[in-house]
T-cell receptor, first 116, second 117 residues
Framework: EADIYQTPRYLVIGTGKKITLECSQT?????MYWYQQDPGMELHLIHY???????EKGDLSSESTVSRIRTEHFPLTLESARPSHTSQYLC???????????????FGQGTRLTVV | AQTVTQSQPEMSVQEAETVTLSCTYD???????LFWYKQPPSRQMILVIR??????QNATENRFSVNFQKAAKSFSLKISDSQLGDAAMYFC??????????????FGTGTRLTIIP
């Protein structure tokens, strides 16, 4: 079982509220990712990080922001939640490959966010 | 930009039978990795099998095997002796191989697999 955790698992919140989705991993991975999974199940990369103090926007534009102050922690924040933010958010991590090694991404269980 | 296409939104198979899930991808890169991930109803995505593009031999993991056709940019997953626990959403994913560590996973839209008892 992968050592990557997301909290909360489920969150229902009112429009305009500020929220932070937590993601932590105990594997010492440098690379971490946030994916948004829409109702059709397709995953879209919204943020990623290659290490402490490194954050980049992903392929899908998102109003959320992320920070990476510690290797193990990669929280995602929405300053003002809207119904359009309702989705499943998946956090993942992976390590840098060495030599010709291939590395896999480990995923958390996800946070299902509903904004009413 | 790389794209991954899964043309089968849903598939079903009788328990103990074999099923093949399709995946095609588009890339101009020559060195990359391909993956199949499984997402059961509990939602945690787990890796099923992976393939390095430079390897001609198809990857195999127990009941799971792939048919990797690099020229055709095809990467199908075969599940043999299907079990009830195989029921899940299956995602095909692609990632370039880079020395800079800036690889990103690109996912297909997924195939929902149902196992019929």
């Amino acid at each position: 079982e992968a050592d990557i955790y997301q909290t909360p698992r489920y969150l229902v919140i009112g429009t305009g509220k500020k929220i932070t989705l937590e993601c932590s991993q105990t594997m010492g991975h440098d690379k971490m990712y946030w994916y948004q999974q829409d109702p059709g199940m397709e995953l879209h990369l919204i943020h990623y990080s290659y290490g402490v103090n490194s954050t980049e926007k992903g392929d899908l534009s998102s109003e959320s922001t992320v920070s990476r102050i510690r290797t193990e922690h990669f929280p995602l924040t929405l300053e003002s939640a809207r119904p359009s933010h309702t989705s499943q958010y998946l956090c993942a991590s992976s390590e840098y490959p060495t030599g010709t090694g291939i590395t896999e991404a480990f995923f958390g269980q996800g946070t299902r966010l509903t904004v009413v | 930009a790389q794209t991954v296409t899964q043309s089968q939104p849903e598939m079903s198979v009788q328990e103990a039978e074999t099923v093949t899930l399709s995946c095609t991808y588009d890339t101009s890169e020559s060195d990359y990795y391909l993956f199949w991930y499984k997402q059961p109803p509990s939602r945690q995505m787990i890796l099923v099998i992976r393939q390095e593009a430079y390897k001609q031999q198809n990857a195999t993991e127990n009941r799971f095997s792939v048919n990797f056709q690099k020229a055709a940019k095809s990467f199908s997953l075969k599940i043999s002796d299907s079990q009830l626990g195989d029921a899940a959403m299956y995602f095909c994913a692609y990632r370039i191989r880079s020395n800079f560590g800036n690889e990103k996973l690109t996912f297909g839209t997924g195939t929902r697999l149902t196992i019929i008892p």
